[in-house]
């Protein structure tokens, strides 16, 4: 059947069967962003009670031991995050074990991440100890040239970003210069009451709110996941751009135990906002056409045409960002390729298991 369907079918089936394989949530605690690469990874480990942190060098196996503590959480159906890289689609940063309040992360550059409670709740592991220094000095030159390399990629990437939020920071000035903000706010808070009428979590304080994103602008275009919003009761806001994002702005002020996702290059821009039976977005995907929906074409009415210039402008420089990211995956690749090379991989094995003794207990 059509995707949406599916997924709401098997969202339900996971529900009722607990000792079933779990879903992987995909998300990501960081992103490519006009301000540079800005990630909530520390407040997202910080609530948790066991955290490995892997470092080490491009091809040491850190992707692929996150894929098998996820395959591990798999066979014993539990219920798991997945947090994808944004320089990579195809590599993952991370996975947040839900049910054992633990996580297993890349803490390496740009997503540096430091223990703050050494052993009693992170432990670091270092997955270069697997390298070969000797077979690594021949390359020595090569490699700082295109760890230069990658370097620059990425500076390109977030000046072209921060081009392109320009323009839209312009638009976004327009709009608000013919808008009514404080009826978008007050249908914002009505809707953040209704949704807390039927969210008892809401007034019983469980926990805080998350930040994260589910899109991310890599090396291939714009990639997203709307796991989001399985089994919720999706609320589509639609209208401009800069009005939808303030609606969702207020809806995350107002519920702040809820998820929040971010914008993918706009750091401080709401994408959608979870929260109990609830999730409202400025973008349902393929759950549009079950989606409730907020409009707010008569509070626009006097912008019609004055919030769409610059269009072609964002679409150039968002172009020219994605090139530089995936020059910078390039020289990451031929990274890793050296390292592979250089790395003794009985070792890493070792390295692997004692993180899912870590995680999951002898």
Not at 215 to 233: C, N, Q, V, Y
Not at 307 to 336: M, N, P, T
């Amino acid at each position: 059947g059509c995707e949406a369907g599916v997924r709401l079918f098997l969202s339900e089936v996971a529900r009722l069967t607990p000792q079933a394989l779990a879903l992987m949530h995909p998300y990501a605690p960081d992103r490519n962003t006009a301000e540079g690469f800005c990630g909530y990874h520390a407040s997202t480990l910080s609530g948790l009670d066991n955290v490995v942190l892997m470092k080490g060098a491009p091809g040491t196996g850190k992707s692929t031991l996150i894929k098998r503590v996820a395959k591990e959480c798999a066979k014993r159906g539990l219920d798991c995050e997945l947090w994808y890289c944004s320089g990579d689609p195809e590599s993952l940063d991370g996975i947040f074990v839900k049910e054992l309040g633990a996580a297993v992360f890349d803490a390496t550059s740009p997503h540096p991440v430091e223990a703050t409670l050494p052993v009693i709740r992170e432990r670091t592991v270092d997955m270069a100890a697997a390298l070969s220094r000797e077979k690594l000095l021949p390359c020595a030159k090569e490699v700082e040239e295109l760890v230069k390399n990658k370097k620059e990629c990425y500076k390109r990437a977030y000046e072209h970003i921060k081009c392109a939020f320009g323009y839209y920071a312009k638009r976004e000035e327009a709009y608000f210069a013919c808008v009514d903000k404080g009826e978008i706010l007050r249908r914002a808070a009505a809707f953040a009451l209704r949704a807390g009428q039927g969210n008892r979590t809401l007034s019983c304080g469980a926990g805080e709110g998350r930040r994260a994103y589910s899109r991310a602008l890599t090396p291939l275009g714009e990639r997203g996941f709307s796991d989001h919003l399985i089994g919720k009761r999706v609320v589509l806001v639609k209208g401009c751009e800069a009005g939808v994002r303030l609606f969702l702005s207020e809806v995350a002020r107002l519920t702040p135990r809820a998820l929040v996702l971010m914008h993918p290059y706009a750091p401080d821009r709401i994408d959608a906002v979870v929260t109990g039976e609830w999730a409202v977005t400025g973008n349902a995907c393929e759950f549009a056409d079950a989606a409730d929906e907020i409009d707010l074409a008569d509070i626009e009415r006097g912008c019609a045409g004055k919030c769409e210039f610059h269009a072609s402008r964002i679409r150039e420089w968002l172009a020219l960002a994605v090139s530089d990211l995936a020059a910078a995956k390039a020289a990451h690749g031929e990274i890793e390729l050296i390292h592979a090379a250089a790395m003794d991989y009985s070792v890493t094995d070792e390295i692997a298991s004692s993180v899912e003794e870590m995680i999951f207990g002898k």
